[in-house]
């Protein structure tokens, strides 16, 4: 195994140096050990807790289920199955209203606190590659880090000899957020299950570790654990907000670049969140589907700070109640980070496969700054990680000029936050770029229809 | 504590920020556990807490349009305190009225045209401040409040307030100034606390090779003619190191722009010591440090402010050597501000992973 520290300006290929933002840590709850909470009254299970197609509900109201049994399947291609967290009663399929205003469909089950096992879940034989990925389809598991993206997608790959490196994505660079770090440090038997697995099927010639230089714990942890496997390397990175971005930690740690268009895969990469991983080898140990997650529970105004154990499913108001409540009265509450998180609006929503974190602000961190005039100081054009220019968006939105998005590259915005993040006057550029990706991607729609429609004449 | 309907924060196309009545977001939230105790929340018609949804991110960093302009004030003060030192009440009275002039001005201003007012964000008074210390000893007050109200009502206010004008204001109406009062603007006075008979500029001596240069090192104290702020070297180059550790600007400009004032200097010279007097002299250090690091008329991006600095600095050299004027450094940043736009242009970086 080697260690590389990589210090702050000084890379091992100075090729050129990606900006960020240094954020406030807050890493409160790493120290402490995630707790078991105890199984809630009432669990909801999303159908789109996932990139890509809802799930199907395959359970009808007032069928019995147990924990681990299959209750949705897989709506497509991309697309995951639910597993249920709990033994209980199917209440009613209905669905709910997230932040966004969009219903999703869901599956609404009355706990009865038996936490009964299903038979369903047994060990998983895997003898070879098509296994490994059929287990990973049918665990449900989906990337923990955040993004929800099917994970067997990503390692159903048509020739493995293409993958040179897998990157395991540890820098968990959100403030808050500690649910990596304690899945390193509480699971470390589980990832080196895991890496072993990579090895095995993927037959990959490297796995990095890209990890902050601010979890020394995980940091020791996974040194002492990997000691003897020559494949393994541990890149410890400055803690530079938005460390853990997929194309950022590419390339910070592989000196490659992804361009525009194109999968980690076509530059010989497959990354994936240390914890999808550690989920993986515990599913194919002991055939337990994707049903808990760890979640960091944190904020201004929560009680106790810590992670806890919760079963899919659960409402934050019974997370937060496990916590102690609130210690005031929250002005906002989210799923997440507090730089790419969701602000939600109410208590009632679910714990999803992709939620790592829940916080709560209380007024005074809660209140959106005024924004005021862009005094062109640059300092979101000089953070911005992928090189990209909002006041430049911001322009061509106004000014409605789709053209010109095209040229910026504003599809290639990650959204991560670091430019409203540095901006003095406090604009709201993230917002801006959302809204200039939407418009773009009408204006694209209606140029294709545009030409179709001339082909059409031709012919 | 708690209000009676939760809102949604948004921010509409002109960057006002909007907060709307919600109740179509149902929740069965009633009571939230607060402080150990089950409370009720007030429930709304449609029986809603309150969360504020708004976009990501939801942590600001602490810098703030105002801090900067605080910074910069911070930054200006070795100068302005060294300018009553050499200058006295003169000079004093000058700052003191362009500052509150301008301040003023652009608080009638705002309120006239029924826009926010933006005093609080400092920006005026760094604005009459720099003007201030651009200005001689023998300008009236009179004249420096006509200067702060173009500054900050013309050159900024018409243009769109902070962040919107393509020139520097302080420069803009030096040059205004110079133009409409050229006696008294234009006039070299020697700081008074010097008995000195002469009142030619260094620059001036040094051009048509009369009189009696001042010495290195009272050039860089600042017992020299001059505007009242422009003098006194090491205020200046203090309240530069000042800004770059604030990492309010980047060394780019200012170390550019002089350095390449000095190489040109020294080549056209063949003198190091000619070349030295040349950046102690006129407004090159206040100029390169304070006026030409403004942010909503210089290039933000480093190679853009490298470009713009080399073009300042020959500017200023060839008016100093062949102009009529004996000082470039207002008409050199000025003209580069025009170019501004492009070299931004320019310097575009390619987006990471971008395929043209
Ligand atoms: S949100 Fe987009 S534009 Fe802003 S810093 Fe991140 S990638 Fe750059
Ligand atoms: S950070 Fe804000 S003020 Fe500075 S250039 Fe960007 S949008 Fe303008």
Redesign the pocket.
Known sequence: MNIIKIKKGVLSMPLFKLPGAHVPHHKNTASKQAVKMPVPKEIIMQMNMHIGAFAQPIVNVGDHVLVGQKIAQAGGYISAPVHCSVSGVVKKIDTVLESDGTHVPAIFIETDGMQEISDEVQPIKVDSYEDFVEAIKNSGIVGLGGAGFPTYVKFAIKDLSQVEAVVINAAECEPYITSDTRTMIDHLFELEEGVKLLEKFLGAKRIIFGIENNKKEAIDALSKTFKDDQKVEIKVLPALYPQGGEKVLIYNTTKRIVPEGKLPLDVGVVIINVTTLAWIARYIKTGMPLVEKVVTVDGSCVANPQNVIVPIGTKIKDVFDFCGGFKEMPYKVMYGGPMMGVALPNLDLPITKRTNAILAFNQKEATVPEPSNCINCGR?IN????H?D?PAFAKALDLNRPEELVKLKVNL????????FVCPAKRP??QK?RLAKATLKKYLAEQKKKEEGKQNENK | MTKNTRYYVFTDSNGKQKKVKVSHLDSNANSINVKGKVQPITVTEAGTNDLIVSSSPHVWSKTTTSKIMLDVLIALLPAAFASVVLFGLQAFILIVSCVASAILAEWIFQALCKQKVTISDLSAAVTGLLLALNLPASVPWWQGVIGSIIAVVVVKGLFGGIGKNFANPAITARVIMLLAFSATVGAAVQPSIVDATSTATPLYILKENYGILPSLFEMFVGLRGGAIGETCAIALLIGGIYLMARKVITWHTPVIFVGTVFILMLILNGNVEVALYEILSGGLLIGAIFMATDYATTPTRAWGKVIFAIGCAIITVAIRMWGSYPEGVSFSILFMNILTPYIDRLTRKKPFGGVR
């Not at chain 1, 953070?383 to 992928?386: R, V």
């Not at chain 1, 915005?413 to 409203?420: A, L």
């Open positions: 979101c953070h911005c990680p992928l990209l909002p915005c990650m959204e991560c936050g670091v430019c409203s550029l993230v770029n």
